[in-house]
């Protein structure tokens, strides 16, 4: 079993920055790809970033070019920094692992943490 636990998230302005922070316990391992999805008010969860067991990483278009997924395999840990922030971000992030091999659908992915709230105030 995986444990994960989201933090980081808040009320920002639009073009303002958060970063996001996920820590896994448990069965942790390098081996495992981490992805961060969000989910809008009446909304289906959408992917947001992935990052694969050997650092490759892969962005939704509505975020390429402004938010950046990264890991720490020391510290069982996996940020994703936003910048220039815009309302339509707003939602609840969710971090999510399966074994080696990243994907964008959220069915393929076996742990996920709580969430944490990202608003974006115009």
């Known amino acids: 079993q995986v444990q994960l636990v989201e933090s980081g998230g808040g009320l920002v302005q639009a073009g303002g920055s958060l970063r996001l922070s996920c820590a896994a316990s448990?069965?942790?391992?390098?081996?495992?790809?981490m992805a961060w999805f969000r989910q809008a008010p009446g909304k289906e969860r959408d992917f947001a970033a992935a990052?694969?067991?050997?650092?490759?990483?892969t962005y939704a278009d509505s975020v390429r070019g402004r938010f950046t997924i990264s890991r720490d395999n020391a510290k069982n840990t996996v940020d994703l920094q936003m910048n220039s922030l815009k309302p339509e971000d707003t939602a609840v992030y969710y971090c999510?692992?399966?074994?080696?091999?990243?994907?964008?659908?959220?069915?393929?992915?076996?742990?996920w943490g709580q969430g944490t709230q990202v608003t974006v105030s115009s």
């Open positions: 448990g069965r942790t391992s390098s081996n495992y790809a």
């Open positions: 999510a692992a399966r074994w080696r091999y990243s994907s964008r659908n959220s069915n393929d992915y076996d742990y």
């Open positions: 990052i694969n067991s050997w650092g490759g990483s």
